[in-house]
């Protein structure tokens, strides 16, 4: 049996990326994120890696889009006022086809908000990243182990497609301690990268790495090539979990910490003679649409639990075509959902089942 170890989320995070082969971490402190750069600051030397804490979240990641165009892995990672800062570097790793690890360890928005846990992250991740037509692959983890192994993870799917991958989680699982099996992971062979910046020795044309394009029409068609790849994500790499969903009349779908407190939600009210389900979100970019479109036929009611105003449920509404009522359970500013409060939604899409149901 592997040995484990304790470790905090932030540092799981950390362990992940350099179990990933990541030498370069640019970041800045903000709670409830701190440990990953503490963490950082800690290896990094003696890896012969650069840790740097920048003047600026703007600093960090702009640090990130010139390490990676220099063909290296790197990281940075930050929580929801410092995530915003990064909007426009995030537009430009896309716009280059640069690939990156960047971490949002959320807290309780809009502005400053509060430094508790949240989920109203979900637009900027999944819809808002920053200016232009583009997309960032979002992992949300719900548990220690897999903050570890999805920043692992999120390095190769970077390599992979040339994209951002985001690992989208709250303050609870970068605060929350939990056993860790690090030492079950194994580096690929190395990725192609001959497009990086990495000095001609006059034996090769220069590479460039830019995003500006002042012809319109080369524009439109990078971005369309760009598109093609992201086609092939969403063919490819849509993940999920389903718990209890082959007879559920009711599914709830949630993601990260919130699909912990939904499974014991959904096991209190199976005892009830309810038969509810759990979908759990594993990518929210590329959102999971087969799934929940193919749990839409047989299901009778969703319930949407999330640490936000709602803002996965619309995913949720048109992924299943509104072909089912979508009730939402959900808190905000900090505040976390109990597993009471989700009971009673699930009572509640309940009695909106119809007689034949």
Sequence with gaps: MAAKVLMKGNEAVAEGALLAGCRHYFGYPITPQTEIAAYMAKKMPKLGGTFLQAESEVAAINMVIGASAAGVRTMTSSSSPGFALK???????????LPAVVVNIQ???????????????????TKSAGHGDFHMLVLAPNSVQEMLDFTFDAFDLADKYRVTVAILADGTLGQMMEPVDTTSKILGPPVDKSWALTGTEEKRKPNLVSSLYLMPEELEATVFERYERYKLIETEEQRYERYLTDDADIVVVAYGATSRIAQNAIDAVRKEGIKAG???????WP????????????ASVFVAAELSMGQMAGDV????????????????????????????KIREAASMQSPAA
């Design 87 to 97: 909007s426009e570097g995030l537009s430009y790793l896309a716009g280059c086809d």
């Design 107 to 125: 807290r309780g928005g809009p502005g400053l908000g509060g430094i508790q846990p949240s989920q109203a992250d979900y637009f900027h991740a």
């Design 317 to 344: 509404e048109l992924a299943i075509r509104c072909q089912k009522p979508v009730i939402t359970c959900h808190r905000t500013g900090g505040v976390i959902i109990t597993p009471e409060e989700l009971l009673q």
């Design 287 to 298: 959102f999971p649409k087969k799934p929940l479109h193919e749990l839409a036929q047989r």
């Design 278 to 284: 759990l979908l759990r979100l594993i990518t929210l």
